[in-house]
């Protein structure tokens, strides 16, 4: 017997309960925002928006089916079940903050705030969430098969991400590695840098893109679906032992960028995750490339 589907709603923290955590009370929170030329009731209104789009959500899911509530914050600790409908609702970074850790689930944005946010996931309203849900087990509602990045240790550690991994150093301190194309044995280079940036067509809108407008040379950035990275070396330091000739370029799903790290400690992380990233030592070897795994995107 099939387990009935569970729809497993994803939020995070509101601004206003973190102002109100950190100082005790509303009041002592809105003096804290008076002090200093800020109203509170900016806050305490997209508060009220997020809860209401949650409930009104959570009543939308069928009755017959099964429901869960996650924090952003535990994301790594959650195990999602193959029978899961994500539901994110909220911005569209927290549907890149879910993405790594599903393996195929369709995922459902609900727009929390709609005319701040960019809206390029999540796409739809919580007046919509009881029709997008009665549809996914169907299959008749439309999805996108969103391109993701991965990231793969020389001891089988594994990161993907949905709009950009980072690989450098924790902090602001230089990294230091040898950067190659696999395939192409000519192309090796020690490097100094700010570290490097791999991105897919759903981070174009995002961190990779403000580096690509500084420093785009020509390359056309990727749509979200293509099977396509761009990727880009950070403030690359020249000196008698680096080099700065490898600062960017294209990655197709067959082809692998990799990085020997030559610093004490570097760490590889995804759209922003930096508690649930990747820990490198010197002498190991990661490759970074197109992930066999997409984010399946209820549109």
């Known amino acids: 017997m099939s387990l009935a589907p569970r729809a497993v709603l ?13 100082h005790g009370t509303h009041g002592q929170a809105a003096f804290f925002l008076a002090s200093r030329g800020r109203d509170i009731a900016e806050v305490a209104d997209r508060h009220r928006r997020t809860r209401e789009a949650l409930t009104e959500v959570a009543a939308a899911v069928p009755l017959t089916w099964r429901q869960a509530r996650l924090e952003r914050q535990d994301l790594d600790r959650f195990l999602f079940g193959p029978e899961d409908v994500v ?17 195929g689930q369709p995922v459902i944005g609900i727009d929390t705030d709609p005319g701040r946010n960019p809206a390029v996931l999540v796409r739809h309203r919580p007046r919509d969430a009881a029709a997008l849900l009665a549809s996914v087990p169907a299959r008749a509602g439309r999805s996108d098969d969103l391109t ?4 793969v240790a020389d001891d089988t550690q ?3 991400a949905l709009n950009e991994i980072y690989l450098g150093a924790a902090g602001h301190q230089t990294a230091r590695y040898r950067l190659g194309l696999d395939g192409d044995r000519g ?15 759903t981070g174009a809108t995002g961190w990779l893109r403000s580096v690509w407008q500084e420093r785009g040379a020509g390359l056309p ?12 070396v950070r403030e690359a330091w020249p000196s008698p032992a680096t080099g700065t000739s490898l600062v960017s370029g294209t990655l197709t799903d067959a082809s692998r960028l990799h990085v020997t790290v030559e610093s004490d400690r570097l760490i590889a992380f995804g759209d922003g995750m930096e ?25």
């Open 221 to 232: 950035l990727p749509g979200p679906t293509e099977e396509r990275l761009l990727w880009f």
């Open 87 to 103: 539901v994110v609702v909220g911005q569209d970074g927290l549907v890149a903050n879910v993405a790594k850790y599903l393996t």
């Open 148 to 151: 993701m990045v991965e990231a």
């Open 158 to 160: 594994r990161l993907v």
């Open 187 to 201: 192309a090796v280079e020690p490097q100094a840098s700010s570290g490097v940036l791999v991105g897919t067509g």
């Open 10 to 22: 994803v939020h995070r923290t509101t601004e206003y309960e973190e102002l109100v955590a950190r």
């Open 275 to 299: 508690n649930d990233a990747l820990q490198l030592t010197w002498g190991q070897t990661v490759r970074v490339g197109v992930a066999d795994t997409r984010l399946r995107l209820v549109s």
